[in-house]
């Protein structure tokens, strides 16, 4: 079994920045495609970002491209989100998520963290 964990979340004005991390445990997930997901009170999960196992191929949805980067660091067991200009409908509970096979915006993902809260005040 594995276990992905979030940090990074947090309370941030409009325009600023974030950073999450995502740590994985149990296993090692660098021949899994990673992905990031978000879900705001009363409205469906929405796809964030996703990145191949070797970190070649990013894909994003045109709400955040431009503005987030997904990046993923194996040797450590970690995947991070930078978030630049953030606006306060990023305001979200940000999910980790792992899938063998190819990164897709779907989620098909086979494991998958707890959250982080992230909150952008206008």
């Known amino acids: 079994q594995g276990e992905l964990v979030e940090s990074g979340g947090g309370l941030v004005q409009a325009g600023g920045s974030l950073r999450l991390s995502c740590a994985a445990f149990?296993?090692?997930?660098?021949?899994?495609?990673m992905g990031w997901f978000r879900q705001a009170p009363g409205k469906e999960r929405e796809f964030v970002a996703a990145i191949s196992w070797n970190g070649d191929r990013t894909f994003y949805p045109d709400s955040v491209k431009g503005r987030f980067t997904i990046s993923r660091d194996n040797a450590k067991n970690t995947v991070h989100l930078q978030m630049n200009s953030l606006k306060p409908e990023d305001t979200a509970v940000y999910y980790c998520a792992a899938k063998w096979g190819s990164p897709t915006q779907w989620g098909d993902y086979d494991y998958w963290g707890q959250g982080t809260q992230v909150t952008v005040s206008s």
């Open positions: 149990g296993r090692t997930f660098s021949s899994y495609a």
